[in-house]
Nanobody, 127 residues
Framework: QVQLVESGGGLVQPGGSLRLSCVASGISLNHYAIGWFRQVPGKERDGVGCITSDGTVYYADSKKDRFTISKDDAKNTVYLQLDSLKSEDTAVYYC?????????????????????WGQGTQVTVSS
């Protein structure tokens, strides 16, 4: 059974940083891609970026200057480093994997191909 557990969220002042973690179980990140998303209640889900099984990272255009995705295969964990945070970054952040996709080691073009999701971690940016 695939399980993804996010952690590391919290309250941070504008300009601050956080590192979110996504620990995977039931799969090996040597063989699966992981995507990061965020969502504000009442708004559409927003893609942040994705890392393939071989470590290639793709970012949504608006995120690549302040956000960094990395992973530690030995810990089966993917990280999302959030820097220079702004109030508009406030959201619940989720990780997901395209577990059932034909090529689960690649980052899908469509969010709908991400079949397994974590429970999310809240990030609040406020002074």
């Amino acid at each position: 059974q695939v399980q993804l557990v996010e952690s590391g969220g919290g309250l941070v002042q504008p300009g601050g940083s956080l590192r979110l973690s996504c620990v995977a179980s039931g799969i090996s990140l040597n063989h699966y891609a992981i995507g990061w998303f965020r969502q504000v209640p009442g708004k559409e889900r927003d893609g942040v970026g994705c890392i393939t099984s071989d470590g290639t990272v793709y970012y949504a255009d608006s995120k690549k200057d302040r956000f960094t995705i990395s992973k530690d295969d030995a810990k089966n964990t993917v990280y999302l480093q959030l820097d220079s945070l702004k109030s508009e970054d406030t959201a619940v952040y989720y990780c997901a994997t395209p577990h059932d996709a034909a090529f689960p080691y690649l980052c899908p073009r469509s969010d709908s191909d991400f079949s397994s999701w974590g429970q999310g971690t809240q990030v609040t940016v406020s002074s």
